[in-house]
């Protein structure tokens, strides 16, 4: 009998990226790298494991926007010709090379995995959503939801409608896309503010999650700490994060993604090749750019991306797999240490964002797979599993109030809040003010009526905390400024617009065609909350 739990959690999430009215923006590509490089991979993986009689279980967020824009025709039709061009590029890549071995042998195995990407793509028609569904069904996987678009919730907590139709959007969606209501919630940034867990309870969901201090420093202090989840008094539970395993994967200095082996993320053939040669598959004005075939391994510390060796596939793969026992060992020590103080089966919970895995840490999904390889077949001190599953086995918690927090820099909100993007808050505010007032209104006609639901959608995308995060990081800020006032001016035209009762149909239209995510969103999910 194993004497504790694992729960690997991967938050799978891009911001609302679609654009209808241009033929190329380079910012839709974050959705063609993430399907090439972590989505199918992880497929691929979760396919295998199931052939092989792997009974895997992992707990993971598919978001609201990324749920949609996988199963958007327009984007599947994009993504499709983005692959032919990868696919087109290698093949011409093989045969400039062919009289350089390594870099032949490297072309050959991106051709390879091109291909196979290509084979799961074809093989679900484009609906990666139905793919990971099917895992659902079989309760391999958990899939939970997220904020309808990833709204930092504490920093909208003064407007209590606005956070509940970022959760009651989410929550309809998820049903909608999925056939069953979700169980649990990935907090958008695991942000939480006190008493967030009353309308987690209120929307039917049973659990959510936090960074570790939003279990330690919870009142009263939970027994267990972040080893077991805590139930709040609504008898929602809270799991917490794991500092010891999520080091090991984050970590720029200790975390396994830095080993010289693993393939080098920032030196792409997309600024290496000759110019003319790559000319047709770089920017339409001609800027070079990121293809995503990558020639080089990380090498060694401190060193220039010119000074990078070549990547060798096989070596990065041992590695992975040698990483996975290493990982695998730690738990089953950090395990054992705990179950001897507890007296009671730990449970680790080891949340990610899903595209560090194959995106930016190439590696990862062949790192996932060996872990749940080796934890099946080579050990018994812990067993793997998901969160809902962990909660049917031990329904009893014990009671706390969880603390303010979020995961990230320093933890708490100042990564959302900052010289860099607080300019964005007074008009979220002011725009969620006017869309609680819109939601008492009750629509005259069917144009009055779309115009409403738009201007809740425009508010929802405007909200995305993906657009402060940008500002912040500091880069591809003017697209995250630009989002931000192109919802803001649109939802402000509506506002004008529904209150003068001069509704432009023709321009209601276009933009209904532009921002058409949550199709079924009805406005009146912002009327002000009873009791």
């Given amino acids: 009998m194993s004497l504790g739990y694992l729960a690997l959690v991967l938050h799978a999430h891009l911001p609302f990226v679609r654009h209808p009215e241009s033929d190329y923006v380079l910012e839709e590509e974050w959705l063609f790298e993430a399907i090439t490089e972590t989505y199918i991979p992880l497929l691929t993986l979760f396919e295998g494991l199931k052939r092989d009689g792997v009974d895997f279980k992992m707990t993971m967020s598919l978001t609201p926007p990324l749920v949609s824009m996988l199963r958007d025709p327009l984007l599947q039709e994009r993504y499709d010709q983005h692959l032919a061009k990868l696919q087109e590029l290698i093949e011409k890549e093989i045969e400039h090379n062919v009289h350089h071995g390594h870099l032949r042998y490297l072309g050959e195995f991106y051709a390879t995995e091109f291909s196979k990407v290509r084979e799961t793509w074809e093989r679900y028609n484009g609906d990666l959503v139905a793919a990971f569904k099917q895992f659902l069904d079989s309760n391999n996987l958990e899939i939970i939801t997220c904020?309808?678009?990833?709204?930092?919730?504490?920093?909208?907590?003064?407007?209590?409608?606005?956070?509940?139709?970022?959760?009651?959007?989410?929550?309809?969606?998820?049903?909608?896309?999925?056939?069953?209501?979700?169980?649990?919630?990935?907090?958008?940034?695991?942000?939480?503010?006190?008493?967030?867990?009353?309308?987690?309870?209120?929307?039917?969901l049973r659990y959510f999650l936090t960074d570790g201090h939003g279990i330690l420093y919870a009142r009263p202090r939970p027994r267990f700490g972040t080893y077991a989840p805590i139930f709040t008094e609504t008898g929602v539970a809270v799991f917490g994060r794991d500092h010891e395993s999520s080091q090991q994967v984050w970590s720029s200095e200790v975390g396994y993604p830095g080993a010289p082996e693993y393939r080098e993320f920032y030196r792409d053939l997309g600024w290496d090749a000759d110019y003319e040669f790559i000319?047709?598959?770089?920017?339409?004005?001609?800027?070079?750019?990121?293809?995503?075939?990558?020639?080089?391994?990380?090498?060694?510390?401190?060193?220039?991306?010119?000074?990078?060796?070549?990547?060798?596939?096989?070596?990065?793969r041992e590695k992975a797999a040698e990483h996975a026992g290493n990982f695998m060992f730690n738990r089953e020590r950090q395990v054992e240490h705990l179950y001897q103080i507890m007296q009671r089966p730990p449970i680790i919970?080891?949340?990610?964002?899903a595209?560090?895995?194959?995106?930016?840490?190439?590696e990862g999904p062949w790192f996932i797979d060996y872990l749940f390889r080796k934890t099946w077949f080579d050990q018994n001190?812990?067993?793997?599993?998901?969160?809902?599953?962990?909660?049917?086995?031990?329904?009893?918690?014990?009671?706390?109030?969880?603390?303010?927090?979020?995961?990230?820099?320093?933890?708490?909100?100042?990564y959302w809040l900052n010289e860099t993007n607080a300019w964005i808050y007074p008009h979220l505010h002011k725009a969620a003010e006017r869309m609680i007032t819109l939601s008492c209104r009750e629509a005259e006609d069917e144009l009055e009526w779309r115009a409403l639901n738009q201007a809740a959608r425009e508010l929802l995308l405007a909200q995305s905390s993906d657009w402060a995060f940008i500002m912040r990081t500091g880069t591809m800020v003017p697209y995250a400024?630009?989002?931000?006032?192109?919802?803001?001016?649109?939802?402000?035209?509506?506002?004008?617009?529904?209150?003068?009762?001069?509704?432009?149909?023709?321009?209601?239209?276009?933009?209904?065609?532009?921002?058409?995510?949550?199709?079924?969103?009805?406005?009146?999910?912002y009327r002000p909350l009873m009791g």
């Fill in 147 to 204: 904020g309808a678009t990833h709204g930092y919730f504490p920093l909208m907590k003064m407007y209590p409608q606005a956070v509940w139709a970022q959760i009651q959007v989410a929550c309809e969606h998820y049903e909608e896309n999925f056939g069953q209501p979700p169980k649990g919630i990935w907090l958008p940034e695991c942000a939480y503010y006190d008493g967030l867990e009353r309308m987690i309870a209120d929307a039917g």
């Fill in 279 to 316: 000319k047709p598959y770089i920017m339409p004005n001609g800027q070079r750019k990121n293809t995503g075939i990558k020639y080089h391994k990380i090498t060694g510390r401190g060193l220039g991306l010119s000074e990078k060796e070549y990547y060798d596939p096989h070596w990065a």
């Fill in 349 to 353: 919970v080891s949340p990610y964002d």
């Fill in 355 to 362: 595209e560090l895995f194959g995106h930016w840490w190439y």
């Fill in 381 to 414: 001190t812990y067993e793997m599993t998901h969160l809902a599953d962990y909660l049917r086995k031990h329904p009893t918690q014990q009671v706390c109030r969880p603390a303010q927090s979020s995961w990230g820099f320093r933890g708490f909100h100042e």
């Fill in 481 to 525: 400024v630009r989002r931000t006032r192109s919802h803001l001016q649109r939802f402000n035209k509506l506002w004008e617009d529904i209150n003068q009762d001069k509704i432009d149909a023709g321009w209601l239209e276009k933009v209904e065609a532009i921002d058409n995510i949550f199709p079924n969103v009805n406005y009146r999910v």
